[in-house]
């Protein structure tokens, strides 16, 4: 991986390595840090690869720095090179793609909104709620406005889009025949799709059935222009990593022998399906794709090899093939445009003013981010409403937050601490248990602690009480590393690793145990700090803290709780990404941010668990071993 920089867009320079890194969480996602640079474009050549090590794509890429907004793309399968304009808010107005032979695309919009009105080839009409219901080749413009015209005859396409009363998608006719039909369950979760498909000849109706987390786990497809069982059919996907690992393919009907089948996803850094493979290793498909999600074929080869096996493709979403568009769940994508056809529900923060456009996709930042749901996700919409409910029960003392930061879903609990009916404690178990299992009728607020390991499982870390050793256990390759460590970035006392103490009203941070510990009522230690003084800590003395590949592996991006204290120390702070992966360095600076002056981040991904008055507002999915309390006296 190469990075270049600029301050003009037209002469770059390479960036030495010690000048920038990056980290790869445990499903491919690549996140890439400056150290110290300020500049307003970036390029970033980036080559990955997946299980098959001869499966290689690259993506170059030119953000702005300020918006983080894709203004070029280098496509090396044809050649070429995508250039992006877009006005203030982030609506692309320009799309110049060059291979040899230049193509301008200009897109216009209605005034005051951000509703798309051409793109070159299209007009667009759009409802009262700025849902998309006409779309077609054919149109004038006057003023201020699109007038569609439904003209017969060769190349014409006139598309109508209807909607049901929960806002969702129910019908599509092109050229006035009804292409496809959709209907929604109560929470708004597609569960039947009715489609004709012009290319293949069929029309088919299938069936979905989701898990809890919203994941399809079986499709059943009937050919309704057969009459032949072999052609009904079903489909069961296997998961792992939050991707689809897997699918198996069978037939319905029961008097017909038959062998079921099973392919393989191969994905890239953003989930997008690049190949699909047979239990024999054949590829059944492969598909590369512009940076926006349209259709390119891989180098040397055509066309897709196998039309029945698309379908999960873009950012592993569902391609509904008859429509042109991907399903995100809460709402319908056009690659070929790079927006969604109907508003998006959250609004957006005020602080990031890109996210409250309403249309466009992950602000136009393609090659980093992905929108698995197409808005914010169902659970946490609930969680948002349980905590403004829960709001209202607690402590003038403490504060509940929930928001977004740059896309990324996160709680903040502060805590005034010169509050004295509020109390501190950690509670540990020699089992994995839940944190709603540690709940007490006085607790308020429950959260993970510490990382655990080793066999037996032990917390890593110590806990002293009231002055007395509770438990705790600190790996050799953190102790060894930790007495060689002479940069001042930590120091270390009587015990191994970073101790945040906190007495009766104050947090204080220090660095081993002090002779008068019987005046603090809680330390814990941990080898997670990741702000001292206002600054963060850099990501590679972590990496060498952890030693080991396993402890490296801890440090990439996951579910995972932090806290810390404010310059003043007058105020704990406990942040907690939900489900999102953040990685560390991200979570610090989001801390920073905040005020924050020292911080620690505890145990992450499966064990990361919250309740708030008994409530289970992450569940933790392995369970835990300590349990940091907050209890009304």
Not at 400 to 425: A, D
Not at 455 to 478: F, H, M, R, V
Not at 557 to 580: C, H, M, T, W, Y
Request: charged share 25%.
């Amino acid at each position: 991986m190469n990075i270049y920089l600029s301050d003009d867009n037209i002469e770059y320079h390479l960036l030495e390595r010690d000048q920038w890194e990056y980290s790869r969480d445990p499903l491919g996602n690549i996140t890439i840090q400056l150290n110290d640079i300020s500049t307003r474009y970036l390029k970033v050549h980036s080559k990955f690869t997946d299980r098959n090590p001869d499966f290689e794509i690259v993506n170059i890429g030119e953000f702005k720095n300020i918006l983080r907004e894709l203004i070029r793309v280098y496509q090396r399968n044809e050649k070429a090179v995508i250039d992006y304009e877009y006005d203030e808010v982030g609506n692309r107005t320009r799309e110049i793609f060059n291979s040899g032979r230049m193509e301008i695309t200009d897109y216009s919009y209605y005034s005051g909104t951000n509703r798309l009105m051409t793109d070159g080839s299209y007009g667009y009409l759009y409802d009262e709620a700025g849902n998309l219901i006409e779309k077609g080749n054919r149109y004038n413009i006057e003023g201020d406005t699109v007038i569609l015209i439904e003209t017969e005859g060769s190349g014409v396409e006139y598309w109508e889009y209807e909607y049901n009363l929960q806002n969702r998608l129910a019908r599509v006719r092109k050229n006035g025949e009804v292409i496809a039909e959709f209907l929604y369950d109560a929470d708004g979760m597609r569960v039947k799709a009715e489609e004709k498909l012009e290319e293949i000849q069929e029309s088919r109706t299938t069936y979905f059935i989701y898990s809890y987390s919203g994941s399809v786990l079986m499709e059943e497809s009937t050919n309704n222009t057969s009459d032949d069982p072999s052609e009904t059919k079903y489909t069961s996907y296997i998961y792992a990593f939050a991707r689809t690992f897997a699918k198996v393919e069978g037939i319905l009907d029961s008097s017909i022998i038959t062998t079921e089948h099973i392919f393989y996803f191969h994905h890239d850094n953003l989930g997008s399906t690049r190949l699909m493979t047979d239990s024999a290793g054949n590829v059944v498909m492969g598909q590369d794709y512009m940076p926006f999600g349209e259709d390119l074929p891989k180098v040397g080869q055509t066309e897709v090899l196998d039309k029945e096996a698309e379908g999960y493709k873009y950012t592993g979403q569902k391609e509904v093939i008859s429509i042109g568009l991907y399903y995100y769940g809460a709402r319908y994508y056009d690659p070929s445009i790079g927006r969604f056809i109907t508003e998006d529900s959250w609004p957006g923060e005020m602080v990031n003013p890109q996210s409250q456009n309403l249309y466009v996709y992950v602000m136009n930042n393609p090659l980093r981010y992905v929108d698995p749901t197409g808005n914010v996700p169902k659970d946490s919409k609930e969680r948002q409403k349980i905590i403004e409910e829960l709001k209202n029960q607690m402590p003038e003392s403490i504060m509940l937050e929930y928001g977004c930061y740059e896309g990324l879903e996160y709680i903040l609990i502060q805590i005034s601490l010169n509050n004295t009916n509020i109390s501190f404690k950690v509670e540990h178990s020699t089992l994995l248990k839940k944190v709603k299992d540690f709940h007490d009728d006085e607790d308020i607020i429950n959260i993970n602690l510490n990382y655990f390991g080793g066999n037996p499982l032990k917390i890593i870390g110590d806990i002293y009480q009231e002055g007395e050793y509770i438990y705790g256990y600190t790996p050799p390759s953190a102790r060894d590393y930790f007495g060689k460590l002479e940069d001042g970035l930590f120091e270390f006392g009587k015990m191994e690793g970073v101790h945040v103490f906190l007495d009766e009203t104050n947090w204080i941070e220090g660095y081993g145990l002090p002779s008068d510990r019987d005046k603090f009522k809680l330390a814990v230690s941990g080898v997670g700090q990741m702000i001292r003084d206002g600054e963060v800590v850099s990501r590679d003395i972590l990496t060498e803290a952890f030693g080991k590949k396993a402890w490296s592996d801890s440090l990439r991006s996951a579910r995972r709780p932090a806290f810390g204290v404010d310059k003043l120390q007058e105020n704990a702070f406990i942040f907690v990404g939900f489900d999102s992966r953040w990685e560390i360095s991200d979570m610090a600076k989001f801390m920073q941010g905040k005020g924050v002056y020292n911080a620690m981040f505890a145990d992450g991904g499966s064990s990361t668990a919250l309740t708030i008055k008994g409530i289970p507002i992450i569940e933790s999915r392995d369970g835990v071993l300590s349990v940091f309390k907050v209890i009304q006296k």
